[in-house]
């Protein structure tokens, strides 16, 4: 892979940083697991440092995986279902989207949504006579993938009866947890248990990754190769940081946040495009906390260099077969504004094991430069801790609080009252559709022209595992939208007292309540008619 970096007048900055790394002896004390490099208790550090060695440690498992996957494959499967959240199933989907399926092996269909019709959809798109589910947890307990997996259960038992049902499901967890237990009992063909002393963020180049990779034919070794590569020459280089490709990252992150840069903005081309999604729960979730962060930008158009306030690193990723001529005068254009730009070049696909580690390590890096510890999650469990409370609610009351309602008004008053280094991040508690994505980047296009901030964009309530950590921890600049719709048809639970769409609804409410507790900036809409043609009739009213 090749590196390009164009720090400008940050250089200095930098090198004095990767200096201060080397006299503190931070890279050897990482590789010998010192947890004070973040913290003065070990506690969810101690056992979160096996990623460092996963990509060698795993790799003695690709040929088991690659038999799997061969087996599964001439069984006949069409569709392998990942049932995941946060760092269970993003890593696998940025595998597929940059990868994909090999020929004649099935296609993977990632579920993170509790959203109804994202249900609906994802169950009318498959056979599930001919396909695989995927139960991903590290911790065994998650609410989302539990109930996906009792949705998909109860349809197969009713179709094929529960022996056959059970063959149907392969299970990725701990050992000794929830999920581990469930697949012994519920007799699931497969449980692969994981190292536990790896977080779930940092566990793409663990089970969690290569488990579904290898069940769409991706080539796990392949892989994996070029991670053990970056592994081994970041263990070699741990005397110099600004000899480390991964520590070096890392120290531009940090020190640029802490100049005020900290909106690291990921221009990726177009056969690396789906890269953001997994690095923006690694970044957020991993360093927004105690009202510091590093604010992940993805998905955003490439603007000119008056459309940007200083608060921006610009990081591109590009894969060398992609036509990157456009994206490439833009950026420099940026850089010749006075804006940093870093730029990777993968020369093949297969060159992502090693971008997934060299990202893992500069996060740990930059957490220990911004004070943070990058693999605790303190405000997750608050949002988490409130839907159930409102699930409880629920269960005495045979309903839930009416939501906000909103209007159009209350986006201009909070864009309004929008100052440098803010950022806007959308928050859509719908289901995802190619409509709804043109709408989402128009209107961030119009915000970012007229207002000068970095805008942000997730779907719920899959970023509550990713960015709804930064959200609550990181700093308070974020001016945040929601968006919700009431469900047309909904799905129930099987054995369980609500539905999916009561489920997506407290979740939502949670959030908002949430953030408006913890002084955040706050405007909630409920659309009622189609969402993409709504969301473009708000963006012609900015």
């Not at 009252?417 to 961030?444: C, F, H, N, Q, V």
Request: aromatic residues 8%.
């Amino acid at each position: 892979m090749n590196a390009r970096y164009s720090l400008g007048s940050y250089a200095a900055a930098v090198a004095a940083a990767a200096a201060r790394l080397d006299a503190a002896a931070v890279l050897p004390r990482l590789h010998a697991h010192d947890y004070t490099l973040w913290s003065d208790r070990p506690t969810e550090i101690a056992n979160r440092l096996d990623w460092l060695t996963s990509p060698a440690d795993t790799l003695p498992d690709a040929p088991e995986l690659r038999r799997f996957g061969q087996t599964v494959c001439a069984e006949g499967c069409r569709h392998v279902v990942l049932l995941g959240m946060g760092g269970s199933s993003l890593g696998p989907e940025v595998i597929r989207q940059i990868i994909g399926s090999a020929p004649g092996y099935p296609e993977m269909l990632t579920l993170d949504s509790t959203v109804p019709a994202s249900v609906a959809r994802a169950t009318a798109a498959i056979d599930p006579a001919h396909s695989l589910f995927v139960v991903s947890s590290k911790s065994g307990g998650t609410v989302e993938p539990n109930a996906f997996y009792a949705h998909f259960r109860h349809l197969l038992t009713a179709t094929l009866g529960p022996d056959a049902a059970g063959r149907h499901f392969v299970a990725v967890t701990d050992a000794d947890t929830a999920l581990h237990r469930l697949a012994a009992q519920d007799g699931f063909r497969r449980c692969f248990l994981n190292n536990p002393n790896i977080g779930g963020r940092y566990s793409v180049l663990s089970h969690f990754g290569m488990t579904p990779a290898a069940l769409i034919g991706v080539d796990v070794a392949r892989l994996l190769a070029p991670a053990v590569a970056f592994q081994e020459q970041a263990a070699a280089s741990i005397g110099c940081a600004a000899d480390n490709p991964a520590a070096w990252l890392g120290a531009i992150i940090g020190t640029l946040a802490r100049m005020g840069r900290d909106k690291v903005t990921l221009a990726a081309s177009n056969g690396a495009a789906g890269f953001g999604l997994w690095v923006e729960q690694l970044l957020a979730e991993s360093l927004g906390k105690n009202g510091a962060g590093v604010i992940p930008v993805t998905g955003e158009p490439l603007l000119p260099p008056d459309c940007y306030g200083a608060d921006r690193l610009f990081v591109q990723i590009r894969l060398d077969s992609d036509d990157n001529s456009g994206d490439d005068a833009k950026l420099r254009r940026l850089q010749a504004a006075g804006h940093p730009v870093v730029s990777f070049t993968l020369s093949d696909a297969y060159d992502l094991g090693a971008e997934f580690y060299r990202w893992e390590y500069a996060t740990v890096i930059a957490g220990h430069i911004l004070g943070v510890n990058p693999f605790d999650q303190p405000d997750v469990q608050g949002a988490k801790d409130r839907t159930v409370t409102l699930l409880a609610q629920y269960a005495a009351d045979g309903q839930l609080p009416n939501p906000i309602t909103g209007n159009p008004t209350d986006l201009e008053r909070l864009l309004a009252a929008s100052k440098p280094g803010d950022y806007l991040a959308i928050m859509a508690y719908l289901p995802d559709s190619p409509a709804l994505e043109t709408a989402l980047l128009d209107l961030r296009q119009r915000v970012m022209r007229k207002y000068r901030i970095a805008t942000t964009a997730g779907y719920g309530p899959r970023f509550l595992h990713s960015t709804g950590q930064l959200h609550k921890g990181g700093p308070n600049t974020g001016l945040f939208l929601q968006l919700t719709q009431p469900h047309g048809p909904d799905v129930p639970i099987p054995g369980w007292p609500y539905s999916f769409g009561i489920l997506a609804d407290a979740q939502a409410q949670s959030d908002l309540q949430a953030l408006q507790h913890l002084g955040r900036r706050t405007a909630s809409l409920r659309i009622a008619g189609e969402p993409a043609a709504t969301l473009n009739h708000l963006t012609q009213s900015i």
